[in-house]
């Protein structure tokens, strides 16, 4: 059985909790008032009987690193360790939202045609939809065909504010 840590940390945008394995990799990072579609997540990725939580406050360092992303420096977030499970095309899709750059974004096309699944838009956001790793695993960088802010889990407003906060959108 896996022991995974949790941590709390209050930021802007309301509390996020924070799950990491004893190894310093973030297994997933959600807003609190979705603490039970975390829990969810965590029991499709390892099972009902494959993990504990232990509650464990900076979670080996995680939660001031992520501290310190909404404090400013945003360049934090890309040298987190990340590992989660999923299907091979989540995962695919998870990894490449990690390279899009701070203060840019994409569209859910362009990420499928990048994946070279081009027509697969809806299976990319399903895929970035069950994302366990908000903020960290930038799926507030994918924007809808016409441009407009769509499919965030956490809330279209805080989609917004994490990309003003890294510079994509003027205030």
């Known amino acids: 059985m896996m022991t995974l840590l949790e941590d709390t940390i209050s930021t802007p945008l309301g509390q996020l909790i924070i799950v990491s394995d004893e190894q310093q990799n973030l297994r997933a990072v959600e807003w609190e008032e979705f603490g039970a579609r975390m829990n969810r997540l965590l029991h499709i990725h390892y099972g ?4 504990r939580l232990r509650q464990l406050e900076n979670a080996g360092g995680l939660s001031a690193q992520l501290r310190r992303y909404f404090e400013g420096d945003l360049s934090v977030i890309k040298q987190l360790s990340v ?10 899709v998870w990894n490449l ?3 899009i750059p701070c203060g840019s974004v994409l569209r859910y096309g362009e990420l499928a045609a990048m994946l070279g699944r081009a027509g697969a838009a ?3 956001g399903a895929a970035n939809g069950s994302n366990p790793i908000s903020v960290v695993v930038p799926c507030h960088r994918v924007i809808g065909a016409n441009g407009t802010l769509t499919g965030y889990a956490g809330g279209v407003s805080r989609k917004q504010w994490l990309l003003q906060h890294e510079g994509y959108l003027r205030v």
Not at 48 to 51: C, E, N, V, Y
Not at 83 to 92: C, K, L, M, P, V
């Open 83 to 92: 590992a989660t499970n999923g299907t091979e095309f989540q995962r695919s």
């Open 122 to 124: 809806r299976a990319v």
């Open 48 to 51: 009902p009987q494959g993990f």
């Open 97 to 99: 939202l990690r390279e």
